[in-house]
């Protein structure tokens, strides 16, 4: 090829990639940020300790897989950062998770943790960062007011922060938090059982699309926001499934222990577009949930258009 022609091609690439890039076009090979889920499980996990009920026998029999409990990754390759949301009772196995998905090696920590509430499935595994544990040095841990208070005035956590184990750092709700370049994160008030912080979910933003994290909730019919509304605005959103419909808990009054019935849900937004519905994937399943192990439950829900998250289940941002 002469020597003029090879010039030209190249100006010719050279000047389309400009472009692309001018009108925030990426080439489709660069990494882009993305969410990992860590988990699907309600608070104690599947199975859950004590139960010896049909829902977790097939696990002591060898005949269901383990479950751990909800968490998820934010990972930014681009500019190499990771963040866990929630902190669960699952820690040790989530952290390897993470350090394989981010090729770690050497020993090594997430870039920050963000919490969602004081339930103990969200915020125990704080404790695997104490000098029992891994002695880690000023891990940055994210939370809202009453959160943060919680931590700091309560033992053992009072105990992470004061020998700095953590660093707490301030979340506001309703307002964004740059993570990085790549990644944007807004906590979103939510009502839930309140007896020692905030609950919130979270709205995660990359540099092309966007997800809705809530894994508690009361009812949505107590949110100061239309669920419909949140859905339209984002690519994604995994949502409260701890309870597939009511009943589902024996001699025990469910409103003790309110969430929206993976029935509710699925119910109010029966009438919304097929593209909607398919955006939705359930979570933080109660080791009761039938769709754990019932194939004509997760089929149900799949034939509704909804879909059930699964452990390192991937969503590009």
């Given at each position: 090829m002469p020597p003029?022609?090879?010039?030209?091609?190249?100006?010719?690439i050279?000047g389309?990639c400009?472009?692309?890039l001018?009108?925030?076009?990426?080439?489709?090979?660069?990494?882009?940020p993305?969410?990992?889920?860590?988990?699907?499980?309600?608070?104690?996990?599947?199975?859950?300790?004590?139960?010896?009920?049909?829902?977790?026998k097939?696990?002591?029999?060898?005949?269901?897989?383990?479950?751990l409990?909800?968490s998820?990754?934010?990972?930014?390759p681009i500019?190499?950062k990771?963040f866990?949301?929630?902190?669960?009772?699952?820690f040790?196995?989530?952290l390897?998770?993470l350090?394989r998905e981010?090729?770690?090696?050497?020993?090594?920590?997430?870039?920050g943790?963000?919490?969602?509430h004081?339930?103990?499935?969200?915020?125990?595994?704080l404790?695997?960062?104490?000098?029992?544990?891994?002695?880690?040095?000023?891990?940055p841990?994210?939370?809202?007011?009453k959160m943060?208070?919680?931590?700091?005035?309560n033992?053992p956590?009072?105990?992470?922060?004061s020998?700095?184990?953590i660093?707490?750092?301030?979340?506001?709700?309703?307002?964004?938090?740059?993570?990085?370049n790549?990644?944007?994160?807004?906590?979103?008030?939510?009502?839930?059982?309140?007896?020692?912080s905030e609950?919130?979910?979270?709205?995660i933003?990359?540099?092309?699309?966007?997800?809705?994290?809530?894994?508690?909730?009361?009812?949505?019919s107590?949110w100061?926001?239309?669920?419909?509304?949140?859905?339209?605005?984002?690519d994604?959103?995994?949502?409260?499934?701890?309870?597939y419909?009511n009943?589902?808990?024996p001699?025990r009054?469910m409103?003790?222990?309110p969430?929206?019935?993976?029935?509710e849900?699925?119910?109010?937004?029966?009438?919304?577009?097929?593209?909607?519905?398919?955006?939705?994937?359930?979570?933080?399943l109660?080791?009761?949930?039938?769709?754990l192990?019932?194939?004509?439950?997760k089929?149900?829900?799949?034939?509704?258009?909804?879909?059930?998250g699964?452990?390192?289940?991937?969503?590009?941002?």
């Open positions: 003029h022609t090879v010039f030209t091609l190249f100006r010719t050279f389309l400009t472009l692309l001018f009108l925030g076009i990426r080439p489709m090979n660069r990494p882009q993305y969410v990992m889920l860590l988990g699907i499980a309600q608070d104690a996990g599947y199975p859950q300790a004590g139960c010896e009920k049909s829902c977790c097939p696990y002591w029999q060898g005949k269901a897989k383990r479950q409990v909800t998820l990754a934010l990972i930014d500019h190499q990771a866990l949301i929630d902190a669960t009772p699952d040790p196995a989530q390897q998770l350090r981010v090729r770690q090696t050497e020993p090594w920590l997430p870039d943790i963000l919490l969602t004081a339930h103990f499935g969200h915020y125990a595994g404790l695997h960062l104490g000098r029992e544990a891994i002695g880690a040095k000023a891990v841990v994210f939370a809202l007011p943060r208070r919680f931590l700091a005035s033992g956590w009072e105990q992470l922060v020998l700095k184990n660093v707490l750092r301030p979340l506001q709700a309703d307002s964004s938090l740059t993570l990085s790549g990644l944007k994160v807004r906590p979103i008030l939510v009502p839930h059982r309140d007896e020692y609950t919130v979910g979270f709205r933003e990359g540099l092309n699309r966007k997800l809705l994290f809530i894994p508690d909730i009361d009812k949505w107590k100061n926001h239309h669920l419909k509304e949140q859905l339209a605005a984002v994604y959103a995994l949502l409260d499934g701890t309870f419909q009943g589902e808990l001699n009054d409103s003790e222990v969430h929206p019935f993976v029935a849900t699925m119910q109010l937004l029966s009438a919304a577009p097929l593209q909607e519905r398919q955006k939705v994937f359930f979570i933080h109660n080791h009761t949930n039938p769709l192990r019932d194939s004509k439950a089929s149900a829900i799949r034939r509704a258009g909804f879909g059930l699964y452990e390192r289940q991937r969503f590009s941002l």
